[in-house]
């Protein structure tokens, strides 16, 4: 699923994205298996992503979701971020070495986001739980992958 400009997608229980494949050629970059962002806002209520993957013999970037470009993607718990599993990265089948990242959820460096209206330049924003609890991803210009919840 592409989110492009200031889409904005909410997801609810019993919603499911899965089984999709985002797959490049050697020379590109295969980025949000399940679901690829850019510019947009996705909050996951509940639901499931599982079972996404992003394939190329280069670069695969978040099997499960891809956030970019001024994006932010909200979690509403650490109950539902569990649902974002078993979701996969495959590279390799030439003479680069494929780097692979993120098979759950990549969060792109050097972009900008935005919480409550206050604006964090250089960097997407990642959030889990609102309140106590709750954590925020924001380092600057730093790109991030998440292989699975510990």
């Known amino acids: ?44 209520n509940g639901g499931e992503i599982s079972g996404n993957t992003a394939t190329t013999q280069r670069v695969a970037l978040g099997g499960g979701v891809s956030i970019r470009l001024d994006s932010q993607f909200i979690v509403a718990s650490e109950a539902i971020k569990l649902n974002i599993k078993n979701n996969t990265l495959s590279g390799g089948g030439n003479t680069n070495t494929a780097t692979v990242y993120g098979a759950q959820v990549y969060k792109g460096g050097s972009t900008e986001g935005v919480i409550g209206g206050q604006s964090f330049g250089g960097y997407s924003v990642f959030t889990v739980g609102n309140g106590a609890g709750s954590y925020v991803e924001q380092d600057a210009g730093t790109a991030k992958g998440y292989d699975s919840w510990n």
């Open 1 to 44: 699923m592409y989110l492009g400009a200031y889409a904005t997608l909410r997801m609810y229980d019993n919603a499911k994205i899965n089984g999709n494949t985002a797959s490049t050629s050697a020379n590109t970059s295969a980025q949000g298996g399940g679901v690829y962002m850019t510019n947009s806002t996705f909050t996951m």
